[in-house]
């Protein structure tokens, strides 16, 4: 479980066909086994050092996800696994993203950037819910059919990876949690449901 809340902005050090190296800072006492969200993807670490991070990548996950921006050199927002009994800084992000969207368009409004994103027409998405774009915590607005808009304050714009991204990018998205449990079709009561619950 991870929060939205970028820690560092670090780079890919190279790409696989099944794996990613990325620098991370010196002082990150990081474990085998333990998750790290990049670009909002909850990936496993395989081996560290100071300063570095291997994660095992899969064909699905690869699939999924906007890995043509993975190319040597490229940013990518890190965030470790939330802590039990730490602060809930941002929102619930599982790292399991959704797909891919397209950042429509980014503008200045006052001291912050306006940024336009595509979705899907079906995606679970209420005015003021939650969105993590390439991991980043975001509220959003204005939701149309295919696009939504989310303000993105100064602080977030200069200590994330999606100031190096202009319209035309790929992000990777992952909805509210508690949206897409709230809208999941739910069978209702039926001779069978009662039959395997032992009710008749």
């Known amino acids: ?3 939205g809340i970028i820690e560092h902005v670090g780079a890919v050090l190279r790409r696989g066909p099944s794996g990613l190296e990325v620098s991370v800072p010196p002082g990150w006492e990081l474990s085998v086994g333990e998750s790290v969200a990049v670009n909002g993807v ?11 991070a291997v994660f095992d ?11 043509g921006r993975l190319a040597q050199g490229s940013p990518v927002n890190l965030e470790r696994a939330l802590a039990l009994g730490a602060r809930l800084g941002g929102h ?6 959704d797909g891919v969207a397209e950042l429509l368009s980014v503008r200045r409004e006052g ?20 969105v993590a774009l390439d991991g980043i915590s975001l509220t959003v607005y ?16 200069e200590n994330t990876a999606l100031r190096a991204l202009g319209p035309g990018a790929q992000l990777n998205i992952e909805y509210d ?4 449990y709230a809208s999941a079709p739910r ?3 039926t001779l069978e449901t009662l039959r395997e619950n032992g009710f008749i």
């Not at 909850?42 to 570095?52: D, E, F, I, K, N």
């Not at 204005?142 to 714009?157: D, G, K, M, Y």
């Not at 949690?177 to 897409?180: A, E, N, P, S």
């Open 177 to 180: 949690i508690l949206g897409k």
């Open 1 to 3: 479980m991870f929060t």
């Open 142 to 157: 204005s939701v149309a059919p295919r696009s939504f808009r989310a303000a993105v304050i100064p602080h977030t714009w």
């Open 57 to 67: 990548v899969s064909p699905e996950t690869f699939s999924r996800t906007a890995r």
């Open 111 to 130: 001291n912050s950037r306006l940024i336009e994103v595509s979705k899907t027409p079906e995606a679970a998405m209420v005015e003021k819910g939650s």
């Open 92 to 97: 619930f992000v599982t790292g399991h993203v």
């Open 42 to 52: 909850c990936l496993t670490v395989v081996s560290h050092a100071p300063g570095l």
């Open 187 to 189: 069978p209702g009561v």
